[in-house]
Each structure stands twice: as C-alpha cells, then as structure tokens.
C-alpha cells in the first residue's frame, strides 16, 4: 500500500515500454522472501488524501496489463484541488470521496469496482468510456452513495456490464448521460438498486420499491433532459414496472398498469397491441357468426363471411351489418358490444405505442 497525504502533485504513469515482467519478479522471487507468489498477485493500492493535482495514465491494452492497482482518493472541501486525470487505466477498485473544485476526468478505462460516496464536486466531472475489466466478474459493481451528481457527465459508460449497480440517497436527476448503455427491460434493469452496501445486495431497506421507482424516475428526467427520448421512454416503462412492485398503490392502479404492460408494455410495444387486437377480434367474430347460425351449420361455408369481418372490425359498425335484427339470438348484441370495446382498446394501444417517439 501507498499512502499519499496531501501532495501538491502526483504523477503514475504505467508504461510498457518501460516494463520488463521478468525483472519485476525478479525482485521478490528470491531464497529470503517467502511467499513470494502471494507479493505479486497482491493488487498494490494507492491511498492519495487531500490532493492537489493527480495524473494517474496506462498505456498497458488491458490484456496485456500486469498491475491492477486499487485506487482510493479522498478530497478535503475542494479548494486546494485543480485536476484529477485518470487515462487508460485497469483497475480493481476506484473509490472517490470529497468534494473537489477542480476538473475530474475518468477516461478510457475498465473498472472492477467503483464506488462514489460523500461526492459533491463544484467543479467539472467527466466519466467517459468506462466498463469492467471481465464481464464474467462476479464482483463487477458501482456504488454511488450520498451524492450530489449536478453536472457530472456519464459519456459512453457501460451500465448494462455491471451486475448490480446502487443509487443509495443521491440525487442525479441534473446529471448527463450520454451514449451510454443501459439495459433492456426491467428484469435487467432491476440491477439498479437502492442499497446502502452494495456488497449486500439481499439487505434492502423497508421502502427498496418505492426508492427503486424514484432511481428509475431520475434517470429519465435525466435523458429526457438530454433529449434522449428513446432510452426516456423506455425508463418510463420500467419505472412503470416498478411502480407495480409498490404494495401500497391501489389495487386499481395496479390493475391499470398491469393492463397496460400486458397490451402495450407501457406503450413501447406497437407487436403486443397488433396480436391482441387479432387474437380477441376473431374469436369474437366467430362466435359471433355462430350466434346468428351463420357457421358450424349444415350448409356450405359462405367465403362473403370473410369480408363481413371488416365490417366487424370497424367500431362505428350497425349492429344489424350482416343479419336483420329478428335472426339475433339473445346473446348476439352482447358479444357484438364486447368486440366494439376490445377492438377500440386495442386500437388505441397500438396508436399511443406508435406514437412513443412523438411524445414530448
């Protein structure tokens, strides 16, 4: 371990033109150093307090990198700070904490685990092109943790790479996102957690639902901010889903979004609308033929019938379109009334999920 305690600059640079493997375990393999194995696959960490200006680079690709350093820094109030620089860099752990007044930039690099807490930066913070060193990692995280993430940019970070990722009582709503990768739906999404250690994801607060649902709102208020509306919307309907898991929400607005994630999951599916709309109308139809006795009957099978389904289809159709009212059995205006109601439902799902990228 290193510990850095208020130096005005610190400079590491990791270069492989200037590193020879070999030589460097010559170092501690040798007769009096026992364990020496365990001395280099040891991750060396860098404790830096307080500091001025840091300047931490690798020109190592990440495959071919022998140190995966820890890097924690800490920043008192922020005034005495100017830049913090981290380039190219493969780390097991980034920890930041303070309030810097500088420029902080974290560029082109992969991170196992990263964890912000207790950060209100007053000065520029620029997160861009960050994902895990191995996807496979079961330890891959981010913790972000009583913060105030105004203006911070997220460019071109990798989300959807990390298997649990924690907002716990931050705010991030002013926060820019930009090119970044999310996930897809909500069960994917749920990585997004709201939970004081991220190392416990099972230890969940009273109200985790609830605070789940306010992650997923500030995220969109975030890209809708951006005018990102694509991923918006689809934050709109996982904060939608997440709404569900709330107990406390009526059963009748549990109802209503339950409806709705089944017809047009939250109005980003235009598919789900377009079967439905198939799969109730022509049964109806059907039935509807049988209770006029126009089919299943002795005679031949009228191919006009097949026409006459458009007729059905259309909401503003007589209820007397085919048949004169004295052939209706008692229960043929019921089942005519039922299609009119599933037709226009369905029509409107389908036109309010096309119409998610006109939204505003």
Known sequence: ???????????????????????????????????????????????????????????????????????????????????????????????????????????????????????????????????????????????????????????????????????YRTKFSKAIFTSCDFPDDYNTFSSFVPIENVHYPNSRPSNYAKAQYEIFLQLKKALEDRGNYYEAQKLQAISHEALRQIKTISRYDRAILNINNLSNNHGLSIKRPLLGFLIISIPLYIIYLLSVGRVFNSSDFDLSLIGYYFSFIDITHRADFLVDKNEFSWWTLIIDYIGKISVAFFIYQFIAAFRKYGKR
């Open 1 to 167: 371990s290193r510990f850095l305690i208020e130096i005005p600059k610190v400079q590491i640079n990791s270069t492989k033109e200037n590193f020879r493997r070999d030589l460097w375990q010559g170092l501690f393999i040798q007769p009096y150093i026992e364990n020496s194995q365990i001395l280099l696959e040891n991750p060396i960490k860098f404790y830096i307090y307080n500091p001025q200006t840091i300047n931490l680079s690798s020109n190592f690709v990440p495959e071919e990198e022998f140190f995966y350093p820890e890097i924690v820094i800490s920043y008192k109030d922020g005034e005495h700070h100017t830049e913090t620089i981290f380039k190219g860099l493969s780390l097991n752990v980034l920890s930041i904490t303070g309030n810097p007044a500088g420029n902080v930039s974290l560029e082109n690099s992969k991170v196992r685990s990263w964890y912000i807490s207790d950060f209100i930066p007053t000065g520029t913070v620029s997160i861009y092109s960050i994902e895990p060193i191995s996807l496979s990692d079961p330890d891959n995280r981010i913790g972000i943790h009583n913060s105030k993430l105004d203006g911070v940019e997220f460019d071109n970070v990798s989300f959807n790479k990390y298997p649990i990722i924690s907002f």
